[in-house]
Every structure is written in C-alpha cells, then in structure tokens.
C-alpha cells in the first residue's frame, strides 16, 4: 500500500517537473523570424535580437551551464570568478561556524534558563525584544564593531541562529515530564547527573526542534548577508552574476541554494529522529 | 501495634487559595505501620492520598507534623523508599535493562558495569521479563511497563515501597497477574508496602491493613479496618471466605456514605486514636453482615500461591 503510494507520488512529481521545464520551454524559445541585419551587428547583439529569443534563458541553456559549473567546480581564475563549489564551501563554513558558535552559547545558557525559573523570568524581556530583530540590522553595527566583513557575515549568522535554539532548548528543559524528574529525585541522583541522564534525553527532541529551524534561518540569512559584505560565498555569486546580466547562473545558484538548505535540513531531521523516542 | 516502623505523627497539608484563603487538604493525620506490613489507603479522588504517599516519599513536604521512618525522621527523598509510579514513569530513551540498570547504579555508585547489569537482570527475571531486556518501553505492553516499574522499584532493595495506583491504568486481567507477582514478592521479600487503590478488591486480596480516609478537603483517617483473611489467601476463591462480603460491604458502605458523613457523625473522633475496625470479632459494630458462606474455606488450597 505505501509502496505504492510512493511510486504514485514520484509519478506524479516526475509529471509536475517535466510539465515546468515543457512550459519554461516553450516560454522562452525563439519566436519572431530572423530579421535582416548586418551581421556584425546581428553578432553583438546576440540571438535575442535576430532569433526574437527571450532574454529569460531557457532549461536547455541553464542545464548547459550547469553541466559546465559541475565539470569544473573548484576552478579559480581570481576575485570575481570562483567555481560554484568554491563560493559555496565559503557559505557552509560560514554558516556552520556562526552556527556552531550559537549551539555552544544557546544549548548551556537555555539549560540554566529553563532550570531556573527566577533566571527565566529575569531574562525574557531581552529574549523577546532582540529575537524579532532582522539579523541583518546588525550588520552594519557588527561592520563597525567588529571591522571586518567576513567576520560580521558570521556574527549575523551567530545572532539569527541562537534564537530558536535558546528558546527551544528554555522550553524543552522546563517542561520535562514531572514524573521523569520524580524519578531522578526517589533515586537521590545529584543535580548534575540529574541534568545530563533525565532533563537533557528529555529535552534532546525539542532542542534538535529548534536547532533544525536555526539551520534553516541561518542558510536563509547567509544569502543576504553576502551580498551585503561581498567577496566571497554563493550570496555574492548571485549578486555579482547579476551585475554580469548572467541570468542562467542566477538561476543556477537559487536552484543551489534550494538544495544545499534542504540537505542541512535532512541532516538535523535525522539527528532529531535519532535522538527521539516514542513511549 | 508496639512496633512503629513508619509513623506519621500529625501531619496537615495546606495550600494558600485565592484571597489569602489556605485551603487545607488534610490536617492531623496519625497513622502508623509495621515491618512487613501491607496498608492499602482508600478514599476519594481529593482527599490527600497522593499527598500523603509523596510526603512519605519525600518528594513532598508536610505543612506540619513529620514522619518518622525506622526511627529517624524523613527529611527529603531516600533509596530507602521506593517509589511505583501510576503512569510508570519509565525513561523511554532507555531499554528495560537501562531503566532498571539507572536505579541499581543510582544505588550503589561504586559498582562496575557488570555488577549492575547482573543485579538489574535478577530483578527483570524476578518479575519474569526474562528476553525483554534490551527492548525499549515503546515496544512493551501497559503491563509490562509495570513490571518493569516495580522491578526498578526492588532493585534498589528498599525498606518500604510506596505505589500510588501502580495498577489503575491495566486492564482486569493484567492487574490479577500483577497483583499476584506483588503480592507473591511482598511476602518472599518481608516488604513494607503502602499503597494506594481505588479498587476495594484489590485492597482486600493484598493488604493486611485498610486506611479508611473520609472526603476531602479536611479529609480525616477514619477507620484502620484490618483484614480478616488468612495470610495465604489467593485470588481467585477470597470472595468464598465467610468474612469476605462483610470486609467489602463494610468498605463500600463507607466510600458510599460514610465516608461523606463520617464527621457529622462522629464529632468526637481522636485523630490519634483511630477506632480499629476487626471484622467478625465479637462485640464490634460493623455496617453490614456477610452473606452465607456458601463454600468452605479451605486454606492451602489457593492455585494463587502454590507457585
């Protein structure tokens, strides 16, 4: 039965694409007759002007293109012309060390939070007037303070990563089941133990919750800031293709950028999967 | 009874209501139990039991009084004092052998790997979950989650265990099964056991001692009805022993009535002397006679027991 649903579904998302890319086809190919010009002419000015073709690419230019950029993903022929694979390693180590750094501040400092009610209560005004603050607002005071680019890139990454994580991690921590605790508590486990065999299994499922949506805000957010602080990373690669009126590697960096984030996604989906356990 | 292992002495529960109004759930409870012994605490939802229970665990405090166990009073929770649990309570990201395995190392923290994992698998043989070892809670069935309960609750071998309506949430047949596998390592073990019940039954099959408490709040301890039948008593013929129907209809009558009445009605109640109710001695008032017997009682011959 859900064998066969799958397959159904696959059919059916294998339809959708073809259907897209038919669509993108027929949109964008070339329409108007070939119109008499010289032919030096007819060359700077490229297909669109003499075959009236789009000026959107179509699928077959972008899969071309594609097919090219992953021949040769690594190559580097200077500041504005990196492979693919190398602006986006930039982006994933920025985002994995803004990431990380926010794990190691938000998982320890909403464990005290949530153990302590007094802490809670004193600290969440702060929580819940700098969590709805655009992670990059701070740039430009990051950029100021900090004084590098790169390093700023990270810190807004950092600071839009340790929300979700903090507040889940306050959640899971707190609302451990009182029972659980009863437990720890008539077998006189001393608080630290206490912390790391009840309240932390516990609390693992709601914090790999809120490190999964980090993920995904910070990938969202990398992007952005990127472009902002340029030079490297798959942010600046869409800007500056934009710059070059290159709009099949445009097109090719989103559909990138869409991968890339839902394999981080998978990743935690399957650290929370592992650490959850039904009762 | 001379001898008081647990004795509670005075104790009240109160709670600050709305309005700087305390409300209190029971005051001036007395009540106290021998080595060995089994108690089985009646009464209706609200009236403290919990309360009492988790006092006695320590996971809660008195308002007043104190509570003295084996000659010290109790200040907190104790290893001496097992806990079984209602809804169980196991750690789900831990296998049976995990779970049980936490207590024992809880215990004795010195102890290798090996010598909590042999000490934690006698406990799971003993309440027969024998292959079940290394299987989640997630993968057991309600009652054996229970066992598993009441193995983690021996295993740390304590010196009273303490349940509160460890098999409310079992369906009839299970409940008969675990009931006889407590009962059975009760006895063989010379366990203090107190323990909470809504099912009259059960109380009459396991304890040897029924605490009577009225509705609450200001709920009082009644009644200490003690049990009649004999010690080697088995499940499924107690209801054919001559006292049984007069043991029960006693109990019912006062869940039914008197436990809403009972302060009206006895107005000079000694909290610290409650009347001991010895049903079918001479001489003793009780609510409601038994039935004819309509069979013998034959002790020894209880299928219950012969394991």
């Known amino acids: ?279 | 009874m001379t001898d008081k292992f647990i004795s509670i002495e005075g104790i009240a529960k109160r709670y600050p209501g709305a309005g700087g109004v305390t409300t209190t759930i029971f005051e001036n409870l007395w009540l106290s139990m021998a080595r060995g012994e089994f108690a089985c605490v009646i009464g209706h939802s609200g009236c403290g039991k919990t309360t009492v229970l988790n006092i006695l665990a320590g996971l809660d405090a008195p308002s007043e009084g104190a509570v003295i166990v084996d000659g010290q009073a109790i200040s907190g929770t104790s290893l001496d004092r097992a806990v079984i649990f209602q809804s169980h309570a196991l750690l789900p990201w831990r296998t049976v052998l995990g779970n049980v395995a936490y207590a024992v190392s809880s215990k004795w923290r010195s102890w290798d790997r090996a010598k909590v994992r042999a000490h934690a698998q006698a406990f799971i043989d003993l309440v027969g979950l024998s292959g079940s070892e290394h299987k989640r809670p997630s993968e057991l069935s309600g009652g054996m989650k229970q066992r598993v309960g009441i193995a983690r609750a021996l295993s740390i071998t304590p010196k009273m265990m303490l349940m509160d309506e460890p098999f409310s949430a079992l369906d009839a047949l299970t409940r008969g099964t675990l009931q006889d596998e407590v009962r059975r390592i009760c006895l063989e073990t010379g366990q203090t056991a107190f323990m909470i019940t809504h099912d009259v039954d059960e109380a009459i099959y396991l304890a040897d001692k029924i605490f009577l408490m009225t509705n609450g709040p200001g709920a009082v301890l009644a009644e200490v009805v003690e049990n009649p039948l004999p010690r080697d008593r088995g499940r499924t013929d107690l209801h054919r022993h001559p006292l049984y129907y007069a043991l029960r209809n006693h109990i019912i009558d006062f869940l039914v009535t008197r436990s809403k009445t009972f302060a009206a009605e006895a107005p000079n109640h000694d909290p610290r002397n409650v009347p001991v109710v010895q049903i079918g001695k001479p001489g003793l008032s009780i609510a409601s006679t038994g039935e004819e017997p309509r069979q013998t009682w034959m002790p020894g011959t209880n299928p219950g027991l012969s394991a």
């Open chain 1, 1 to 279: 039965m859900t064998s066969s649903l799958r397959l159904r579904a696959g059919l059916v998302s294998i339809v959708l694409l073809a259907a897209f890319l038919g669509i993108w086809h027929l949109a964008t190919r070339s329409t108007a007759p070939v119109t008499t010009m010289s032919p030096e002419y007819a060359k700077l000015m490229g297909l669109t002007a003499t075959q009236g073709k789009s000026a959107m690419p179509g699928p077959l230019d972008v899969g071309a293109k594609l097919w090219e950029h992953l021949k040769r993903p690594f190559y580097d022929n200077g500041p504005n012309d990196k492979g693919l694979g190398i602006q986006l390693a930039y982006s994933i180590a920025r985002v994995g060390t803004g990431y990380l750094l926010a794990v190691l501040v938000a998982i320890p400092l909403g464990f005290l939070i949530g153990m302590s009610p007094l802490l809670s209560k004193a600290l969440d005004p702060f929580i819940q007037v700098l969590k709805p603050i655009s992670p990059l607002a701070w740039m430009p005071l990051a950029l100021y303070t900090i004084k590098d680019s790169s390093v700023s890139a990270i810190f807004v990454i950092f600071i839009c990563s340790i929300w979700p994580m903090l507040l889940n991690t306050v959640f899971g921590v707190a609302t451990v089941r009182k029972e659980w605790i009863n437990v720890a508590r008539t077998l006189e486990v001393g608080t630290v133990r206490r912390a790391f065999t009840v309240i932390l299994p516990a609390a693992a499922p709601t914090i790999l919750t809120g490190m999964r949506i980090s993920i995904g805000i910070a990938w969202l957010v990398i992007v952005a800031a990127e472009m902002l602080v340029g030079g490297t990373g798959i942010g600046y690669f869409v800007w500056n293709e934009w710059n070059n009126l290159s709009i099949t590697n445009v097109i090719i960096a989103i559909l990138l950028i869409g991968i890339v984030g839902m394999l981080l996604d998978q990743i935690l989906a399957r650290f929370t999967r592992m650490v959850t356990f039904p009762e």
